[in-house]
């Protein structure tokens, strides 16, 4: 079984990369990781950066798995996935080496990762990278490894209150495990609660613990006093500011808090855990 398997987004490419290191890789079906650098139109292809002064060329027809798709057809003749990858790393094969260039696939290593993940047990915790969400922020997408995209429902995502298109940003980590995946399609569902070992009950009082900033909480004069936060995908509660006096957070940071009182959950909702920012 691979032991490599994790998103696109977390590999680096290796500018150190030879002519020699590509054709090794072509003999031994290694994967290489590569740039995106340019969309040839005219000929259909991705031209991907492998190493210094080494190019692929990579068609269309082998970026993915699935079927390419126009989401508008009038405004944008290039599919989506292929606009998607623009400037973005990724995992490809060597197909061919010939005079006319490196030809590369995307599509081959992602198969290779599908099979690897029909393997692994219902209960596996992948490393995921959040890539995007759709317009209302109900739906986030996900690369589990090696360019396969799952979608996690908001849901399943949180308990806490956020704009994840504001909350989240490219490349994000988080722990998923595989609710769903249908063979035909490559369709998969994940979710990010049912991957969380903590709920409120694993937290006492003087906890030091690293929770994501929310909204503001403000006092009767309109003042902030305070973030709604994020503990665990499980856990939500409610932070005040340091003591050293007002600060003000970023939306998404992560900052460290100390649990000052813990709250059973609640079937209505509402914060679970007390804490003071550091």
Not at 152 to 170: A, H, I, K, M, P
Not at 204 to 233: F, H, S
Request: one cysteine or more; aromatic letters at 10%; charged letters at 30%.
């Amino acid at each position: 079984m691979r032991k490599d398997l994790k998103p696109e987004c977390k590999y680096y490419v290796d500018y150190s990369v030879t002519m020699e290191d590509v054709e090794f890789a072509y003999c031994h079906n290694e994967t290489l990781t590569g740039y995106v650098i340019r969309n040839d139109r005219e000929n259909k292809e991705l031209i991907v950066v492998l190493g210094d002064n080494v190019l692929g060329r990579l068609p269309w027809s082998e970026v993915t798995i699935k079927a390419l798709s126009t989401k508008y057809p009038k405004k944008r003749d290039v599919p989506d996935q292929i606009a998607f990858l623009a400037a973005k790393n990724i995992r490809v094969k060597v197909t061919k080496i010939t005079e006319d260039g490196i030809m590369l696939s995307r599509k081959a290593n992602m198969l290779e990762a599908w099979n690897e993940i029909s393997k692994r047990p219902k209960d596996f915790i992948y490393t995921s990278a959040f890539l995007n969400a759709n317009s209302a922020g109900t739906m986030l997408f996900y690369d589990i490894g090696d360019g396969i995209v799952a979608a996690c429902n908001l849901y399943e995502f949180t308990n806490s209150r956020v704009e994840v298109n504001e909350w989240l940003s490219y490349g994000e980590v988080h722990k998923m495990v595989i609710l769903k995946k249908n063979p035909e399609n490559y369709v998969i569902e994940v979710s990010r609660k049912q991957a969380c070992q903590k709920n409120y009950k694993d937290f006492k009082p003087l906890d030091i613990v690293d929770v994501k900033i929310g909204k503001p909480v403000k006092d009767d004069a309109n003042k902030i006093e305070g973030y709604r936060v994020e503990v665990t995908p499980l856990v939500d509660g409610i932070a005040l500011l340091p003591y050293d006096g007002p600060k003000r957070f970023r939306y998404g940071k992560i900052v460290k808090a100390c649990v000052r009182k813990v709250k059973p959950s609640r079937p209505e909702g509402g914060p679970t855990i007390n804490l003071q920012i550091l």
